[in-house]
């Protein structure tokens, strides 16, 4: 009877002592689990570093996102003068950006497979003229290459202690002398491209009584009668018709009217009409005129190509106010019938003729519908 109780009493201390408590039980089934799953749970250790990385990339990018519409939404709710600036700002360097990079890619695909400027389609040839200048005529300046004299000024100016507040101040008063064109709100823009319009517009008279100058140096009588007609059409308000123009091609291919025959003064005034500077001598002056010409003219074969159809609005805005005509206030479809006049005059001259496009600016502009505001 002892005998038996001393056994049971050594059953149930061992069977006490051998059966798990709950918390035991728990740890068993982990640890099982992790025998059991052992290989796919290395492998994800192995895997999850990358895996984490990019999460954590999508996650701050996702965040990031919000909190930026969060700071948009309260600028323009608040502050919308800012706002208009801040936004400006933030897509003028995407665009000048995006400029730099197109310009890369456009020279480097140039020089692969060995084409020359003439040969582009007319999009890269406008933004390689836009963004720099051609390698065949160095003189030549774009005005991504203005741009970049711009910020690099700014950048020396703001050097100084302090001085970028000054910078800042500066930018404020004089945004068109010193922000580029990227940084300029679409206000801006319409407001700063009638300034430089009416900049180039004074020179317009100037342009005209130089080629009332010129009729009794022409020794064509027919010439001279044509000269004069289109003269009194002008001073009169008249728009003149194409063949007016095309028909005084051979005074503008020599004497008096000829680019090398051009004198200093005239250079200046046509160089003003253009847009480029007149603070060179005049012989660097005539050379940058004529390259500037050959390069419209060369755009011009490559839009008569492409046609007038193709363009947007924009562009079709842009091609008319390089050529002379202010668009800014000119309806989209008058602006495409110019575009047409000016490219069925200039893709019947030959190079020696290229001062009649140069006076085309004046000429076909000057009357044009809309113009006189």
Not at 10 to 34: D, E, F, M
Not at 166 to 195: A, E
Not at 210 to 231: F, Q
Request: aromatic share 10%.
């Amino acid at each position: 009877m002892a005998l038996s109780r001393l056994c049971w009493a050594r059953t149930a201390l061992w069977g006490s002592a051998v059966t798990p408590r709950p918390y035991v039980t728990r740890r068993l089934q982990l640890v099982r689990a992790g025998l059991t799953w052992g290989a796919p749970w290395s492998s994800r250790l192995h895997l999850s570093p990358k895996a984490d990385v990019k999460s954590l990339i999508s996650y701050v990018a996702t965040k990031t996102k919000a909190i930026n519409g969060k700071y948009h939404r309260f600028l323009e709710r608040y502050f919308p003068r800012f706002y208009v600036l801040y936004t400006t700002f933030t897509k003028g360097l995407q665009q000048l950006w995006a400029d730099g990079k197109k310009s890369r890619r456009i020279k480097a695909d140039m020089a692969k497979h060995n084409v020359k400027f003439h040969q582009l389609s007319y999009r890269d040839m406008e933004h390689l003229r836009q963004v720099w200048a051609r390698d065949r005529y160095p003189e030549v300046h774009g005005e991504f290459r203005r741009d970049v004299t711009k910020c690099f000024f700014l950048g020396i100016i703001s050097i100084p202690p302090f001085a970028n507040y000054l910078v800042f101040l500066l930018m404020y008063l004089f945004p068109r002398q010193l922000l580029v064109r990227h940084f300029w709100t679409p206000k801006q823009q319409i407001d700063f491209l009638n300034i430089y319009h009416d900049i180039r517009k004074k020179s317009h008279p100037e342009i005209l009584s130089y080629l009332e100058k010129a009729i009794p140096l022409i020794s064509d009588e027919g010439l001279r009668w044509h000269m004069t007609e289109l003269c009194t059409k002008i001073q009169r308000g008249t728009h003149p018709a194409i063949h007016d123009i095309l028909a005084l091609r051979k005074c503008f291919s020599n004497h008096p009217l000829g680019m090398n025959q051009l004198h200093a003064v005239q250079i200046k005034a046509l160089s003003r009409a253009m847009l480029l500077t007149t603070h060179l001598p005049s012989l660097l002056l005539r050379r940058r005129l004529k390259t500037h010409t050959t390069v419209i003219h060369q755009l011009d074969k490559a839009l008569a190509k492409l046609g007038i159809n193709q363009l947007t609005d924009q562009e079709v805005k842009s091609a008319c106010y390089l050529r002379g005509l202010n668009s800014t206030h000119i309806a989209e479809e008058r602006c495409r019938t110019w575009l047409a006049e000016w490219l069925q005059i200039s893709c019947n001259l030959k190079e020696a003729e290229l001062s009649l496009l140069l006076h085309n600016v004046v000429l076909l502009s000057i009357n044009y519908i809309g113009t006189r505001r």
